[in-house]
Each structure stands twice: as C-alpha cells, then as structure tokens.
C-alpha cells in the first residue's frame, strides 16, 4: 500500500490540468480526505476542530463536506505546525496590511520541495519549460532573508527553476529603479525570450507608470510578464486588468497576451492561478476550488459568487488542505473554458468586506486558539 507521501508524489507527476472536474475532484478527494486525518494525527489543536465538525471525516462523500479552516488561524506565532519545530526550514510570512499580523505557514523539507514542483508544474503549462533570462521588479533584499520569507520573497523565488540568471531592476527603500541593472538586462537580452516579474503594485507604480509617463518603450518583444497581488492599490486608482495589460505591454514592448496575472497566497503555497487566455483560472489536478455562497456557505451553482475556498493536497507541515480564504470570487463554468483546461474556470471578483464571516467558519475563534 503506498504512503501518504507517495499518494503526493504521484499526483504530482501527471498532467497539472489532467482529467474532467468529477474524475479529478473524486481522485483529490480521497487524497484530501487521508491528509485531513493525517493532519488531526500530529496536531491535537487540529484535531479538536475536526472533531467538532458537523461532518464526521470518515463520513464526507465530497471536497465540500470535509473541515475547512478561515485562512484567520494562521495569524499567530507560533505558526500552527504538524511538524516538530527543529524540522522547520522556513517560515513564511503574509503580505498583511499595516497594523494586521502576517500568516505565518511553517515549512519543512518535503513540503518545500513539493511546493516548488507543484508551482513549476503549473507554470509550465501556461509559458512552457524553457529556462531563460529573469528580471525582478523588486530589490535583491527582499529575496533576502532565508529563514523568514515574505510573500514578495516567496512569489520571486518561485520562478527561479525557470531563470538562467536573475537580475532585480529596483534598488533601496523606496524601490527606485536601477538604471544600470534594467540597462544592462536590455542590452544583453532585450531581443531573447526573458521572464519578468513583479508584485503587481510595485510592477505598476515603480516601473510601468514612470516609465509610461516618460514615453519609453523597452523593447523586450518576446518577455513573459507575470504578477500576483497587490492589487487593492490599483483599484482605488481605477486601474482596471485591462488598462493594466495594455499599459504594461506597451512599456515592455510585449504582445499583451504574454502578460499573466496570477493569484497565489503564502497559506496555498505550491499552487497557483494564473489567467488562461479566456481570463479565467483553473484548479490543478492536485487541488480544487471551491467557490461558497457568503450567507449559508454552501457551494454556488455556476455563476453564482462567492467566498474562496482553496484546497491543495501538498503540504504536511501545516495543515493547509481546506482553507477558506477572504477573496470572493465567480464560478464561471465547469468543464467548458475556451482554454482546453478542465475542470472550473472562476474569476476574482474583490475581498470581502471588513465584517465577519459567519457559520462554520467562525468555529477557529472558539476552537482553535
């Protein structure tokens, strides 16, 4: 019989976007479902939240009926672990508002290492495999710190499987734009496939914006721009994905396809949701979403909105299977994306506002503490 650990290996070795949403969601559940009572195994905090669920583990029949957690129960130090603290490698922080405490999700070896592949699978669904020259929208300092790691930090090493070199493009405190290093990466790969990326404010108002405002073009006719979050800023400014996309592309001189904006949390570090070319995100075969309507969270029919739940069959050092996060989003179709890939396709839509979110999901202030 194979191990737990095995089960993840193997998922992990197929197609990112395998077969149709039941056969996957059936084949994640049950790996899901094992973690779920592996995770209640190392951690009695964690247990007694599953124990108090109105579903009994043995007894759920789907994704939906297994114990979610509010993303809420990672802010606390020290992080909940399932793991002996001298087995954690890393500590890995939130990008939590001024004054809000950070999540902290605590990492050991095998869970990194599963991370890594599961978010370079994805990857190269969407860019391909090819390594190539990488330039950071950001400063060398954020990528700094190996024993704590900031979402910043996480996101810009998760490319580096894809990256024959790295060059950050910002420097200093207020991330001011290094002329020399973004002139030097031009003129050595300006014309060559590159990779770019970037926090998607810090790409927008410390690069893209000055830049636009000069008139300058970069040239990097066959780069791959991609960002994750941040995005609160934008929308106050009323800087919509599409002016966002257009703006980008016409600084960096790239088709405007060949920008990707991607969601991705510390709390389901391992996958990613890039943008397909038909502006929707998919679930990999080794997680699901689910999308869970804001009063009763029960899941919503398709096109429906709701609240996020993320689910992810990869880490073992933190219990982060089921998470119900503060991101609403819209399920947009099962099974029917114009871009090939099975399974739902769904939209972000905006965070939930500041009150709290209620039913089941309110049981971590009570339970777990």
Same mark, same amino acid.
């Given at each position: 019989?194979?191990?737990?650990?095995?089960?993840?290996?193997?998922?992990?070795?197929?197609?990112?976007?395998?077969?149709?949403?039941?056969?996957?969601?059936?084949?994640?559940?049950?790996?899901?479902?094992?973690?779920?009572?592996?995770?209640?195994?190392?951690?009695?905090?964690?247990?007694?939240?599953?124990?108090?669920?109105?579903?009994?583990?043995?007894?759920?029949?789907? /994704? !939906?009926?297994?114990?979610?957690? #509010? &993303?809420? +129960?990672?802010?606390?130090?020290?992080? $909940?672990?399932?793991?002996?603290?001298?087995?954690?490698?890393?500590?890995?922080?939130?990008?939590?508002?001024?004054?809000?405490?950070?999540?902290?999700?605590?990492?050991?070896?095998?869970?990194?290492?599963?991370?890594?592949?599961?978010?370079?699978?994805?990857?190269?669904?969407?860019?391909?495999?090819?390594?190539?020259?990488?330039?950071?929208?950001?400063?060398?300092?954020?990528?700094?710190?190996?024993?704590?790691?900031?979402?910043?930090?996480?996101?810009?090493?998760?490319?580096?499987?894809?990256?024959?070199?790295?060059?950050?493009?910002?420097?200093?405190?207020?991330?001011?734009?290094?002329?020399?290093?973004?002139?030097?990466? /031009? !003129?050595?790969?300006?014309?060559? #496939? &590159?990779? +770019?990326?970037?926090?998607?404010?810090? $790409?927008?108002?410390?690069?893209?914006?000055?830049?636009?405002?000069?008139?300058?073009?970069?040239?990097?006719?066959?780069?791959?721009?991609?960002?994750?979050?941040?995005?609160?800023?934008?929308?106050?400014?009323?800087?919509?994905?599409?002016?966002?996309?257009?703006?980008?592309?016409?600084?960096?001189?790239?088709?405007?396809?060949?920008?990707?904006?991607?969601?991705?949390?510390?709390?389901?570090?391992?996958?990613?949701?890039?943008?397909?070319?038909?502006?929707?995100?998919?679930?990999?075969?080794?997680?699901?979403?689910?999308?869970?309507?804001?009063?009763?969270?029960?899941?919503?029919?398709?096109?429906?909105?709701?609240?996020?739940?993320?689910?992810?069959?990869?880490?073992?050092?933190?219990?982060?299977?089921?998470?119900?996060?503060?991101?609403?989003?819209?399920?947009?179709?099962?099974?029917?994306?114009?871009?090939?890939?099975?399974?739902?396709?769904?939209?972000?839509?905006?965070?939930?506002?500041?009150?709290?979110?209620?039913?089941?999901?309110?049981?971590?202030?009570?339970?777990?503490?």
């Amino acid at each position: 019989m194979s191990t737990l650990d095995e089960k993840i290996d193997a998922i992990l070795t197929g197609p990112p976007y395998g077969p149709g949403s039941a056969e996957a969601a059936a084949r994640v559940f049950t790996l899901l479902r094992e973690q779920v009572i592996h995770a209640a195994s190392q951690s009695e905090v964690y247990a007694n939240y599953v124990r108090h669920w109105p579903i009994k583990v043995e007894h759920a029949q789907s /994704i !939906e009926e297994l114990p979610y957690i #509010p &993303v809420s +129960v990672f802010k606390r130090n020290p992080p $909940l672990a399932l793991v002996p603290s001298d087995k954690i490698q890393r500590t890995l922080l939130s990008s939590a508002t001024t004054g809000q405490e950070p999540s902290r999700i605590a990492i050991d070896a095998p869970t990194a290492k599963r991370m890594t592949k599961g978010v370079v699978a994805i990857l190269r669904d969407f860019i391909g495999s090819a390594r190539r020259p990488y330039l950071v929208v950001d400063s060398a300092e954020t990528n700094a710190n190996a024993a704590s790691l900031g979402a910043r930090g996480a996101a810009i090493r998760a490319l580096s499987p894809f990256a024959t070199e790295t060059v950050y493009c910002l420097k200093g405190g207020n991330l001011d734009i290094d002329d020399e290093a973004l002139g030097e990466f /031009i !003129e050595q790969h300006g014309d060559k #496939p &590159v990779i +770019v990326y970037g926090f998607t404010s810090i $790409l927008w108002t410390k690069l893209i914006t000055p830049l636009a405002a000069k008139g300058k073009t970069l040239g990097m006719q066959q780069a791959v721009i991609l960002h994750s979050g941040g995005w609160k800023k934008l929308i106050a400014e009323s800087v919509t994905k599409e002016v966002f996309n257009i703006t980008a592309s016409q600084v960096f001189g790239c088709q405007k396809e060949k920008v990707i904006d991607y969601y991705g949390m510390v709390e389901n570090l391992g996958i990613i949701y890039p943008d397909c070319i038909a502006g929707n995100k998919h679930a990999p075969a080794f997680g699901a979403v689910v999308i869970r309507d804001p009063l009763t969270l029960k899941p919503v029919i398709t096109g429906g909105t709701g609240i996020v739940q993320v689910c992810s069959a990869l880490p073992t050092s933190f219990p982060g299977h089921l998470l119900l996060t503060e991101d609403l989003a819209t399920l947009i179709a099962e099974d029917g994306c114009p871009c090939g890939r099975p399974g739902s396709a769904f939209r972000f839509v905006g965070r939930i506002s500041k009150a709290e979110v209620r039913g089941c999901g309110n049981i971590d202030r009570q339970r777990i503490a």
